[in-house]
Antibody, heavy 119, light 109 residues
Framework: EVQLVETGGGLIQPGGSLRVSCEVS????????MNWVRQAPGKGLEWVSI???????YYADSVKGRFTISRDSSKNTLSLQMNTLRAEDTAVYYC?????????????WGKGTTVTVSS | SSELTQDPAVSVALGQTVRITCQGD??????ASWYQQKPGQAPVLVFY???NRPSGIPDRFSGSNSGNTASLTITGTQAEDEADYYC????????????FGGGTKLTVL
């Protein structure tokens, strides 16, 4: 069964660091385009980061230089290391698989993990 | 980065047809994908590309594209279609990035 399960969310103080992970089942993480998408309370979806099958990574301007996306092929997991966290990073973080050659679509989503940045 | 613009809210009478639109320069180059999100749940892909509906999505959901606008149409709207809908596509300002529209809250009357 194709499934994504996020873990690692929690309460963290501003300026702190947190790592969230996504356990992938039913397909291989390193042969797919994997994304992190977040949703602040009461707000819309915001794309955060992508790691392509070749390993290249890209980030939204709002997190560039603070967040790092990575994958572990031995564990078939995706991770997002979040540093220098701010209150505005408070959100549900979803991992999602993107499919496509020219245009993309996200066909598999996890249920999300909640990150709260507050003192 | 580029932007995708959606109407914040749309309402439709039960059984009627509703069109949800998404506008942005990136849509002149890339097809959109559409996601339905109900309260407390993860987004679900409901339509993508020129004419693609994932398995399990009712055929009352359809999509179209014209110029800088992508549209999601629900024909014969059901009560369970009440949800937030988001469009998404690649960002032509940097083709390796993706962008979401702000979302449209659909109310079924």
């Amino acid at each position: 069964e194709v499934q994504l399960v996020e873990t690692g969310g929690g309460l963290i103080q501003p300026g702190g660091s947190l790592r969230v992970s996504c356990e992938v089942s039913g397909f291989t993480v390193n042969t797919n385009y994997m994304n992190w998408v977040r949703q602040a309370p009461g707000k819309g979806l915001e794309w955060v980061s992508i790691i392509y099958s070749g390993g290249t990574t890209y980030y939204a301007d709002s997190v560039k230089g603070r967040f790092t996306i990575s994958r572990d092929s031995s564990k078939n997991t995706l991770s997002l290391q979040m540093n220098t966290l701010r209150a505005e990073d408070t959100a549900v973080y979803y991992c999602a698989r993107a499919v496509g050659a020219y245009y993309y679509y996200m066909d598999v989503w996890g249920k999300g993990t909640t990150v709260t940045v507050s003192s | 980065s580029s932007e995708l613009t959606q109407d914040p809210a749309v309402s439709v009478a039960l059984g009627q047809t509703v069109r949800i639109t998404c506008q942005g320069d990136s849509l002149r180059t890339y097809f959109a994908s559409w996601y339905q999100q109900k309260p407390g749940q993860a987004p679900v892909l409901v339509f993508y590309g020129k004419d693609n509906r994932p398995s399990g999505i009712p055929d009352r959901f359809s999509g179209s594209n014209s110029g800088n606008t992508a549209s999601l149409t629900i024909t014969g709207t059901q009560a369970e279609d009440e949800a937030d809908y988001y469009c998404n596509c690649r960002d032509t300002s940097d083709n390796y990035l993706l962008i979401f529209g702000g979302g449209t809250k659909l109310t079924v009357l």
